[in-house]
């Protein structure tokens, strides 16, 4: 007989926000802020010098290294959780604004596990930034469909 181990769960739980986090601060650290350059503008003679600011373009936030990197020290440390790999692959991706590749993240993750709700709005957050508006819907329709009350699909939805 297997009783319910609420530490278990907890562990699963934290594991994957401990990732998520983890990936977050990878893409934190790998982005360099751009410093804004000053130039001085006179019209005319009298007039008092204005600064603007010229910003150059924000890097790209991470390098197919980084998410490399990141795949493999996901698979070394969570081994026995393929579905948590998939789906923090999948949000890496969409920090890394590769929503194609993130949505085929989170559907290895559906395969295994159908019914994780973190996948399915992840997926619809994929199939939204690639502006497949109705994939999303379906995908945000179907986390309300076994959940709901889940606040990430509702609000989605509007």
């Known amino acids: 007989m297997k009783f319910f181990q609420p530490t278990k769960v907890l562990m699963n739980y934290s594991l994957k926000i401990s990732i998520v986090l983890l990936v977050s601060a990878l893409f934190l650290i790998s982005c360099k802020k751009s410093q804004p350059t000053t130039a001085t503008s006179t019209p ?42 998939h789906y923090n692959m999948g949000s890496a991706y969409l920090l890394a604004r590769k929503s194609s590749e993130a949505a085929g993240e989170f559907k290895l993750a559906l395969a295994i596990n159908a019914k994780d709700m973190a996948s399915l709005t992840g997926l619809g957050r994929a199939y939204a930034q690639q502006n497949l508006f109705t994939e999303a819907i379906a995908e945000y329709q179907k986390a309300i469909n076994i959940n709901p009350n889940d606040a990430t699909a509702r609000l989605a939805l509007g």
Do not use: F, I, S
């Open 44 to 85: 005319n003679a009298g007039a008092t010098p204005v600064a603007t600011a010229v910003a150059t373009p924000a890097p790209d936030p991470a390098t197919e290294a980084d998410l490399k990197q990141l795949r493999q020290t996901m698979e070394q440390e969570m081994k026995d959780q393929p579905e948590n790999v």
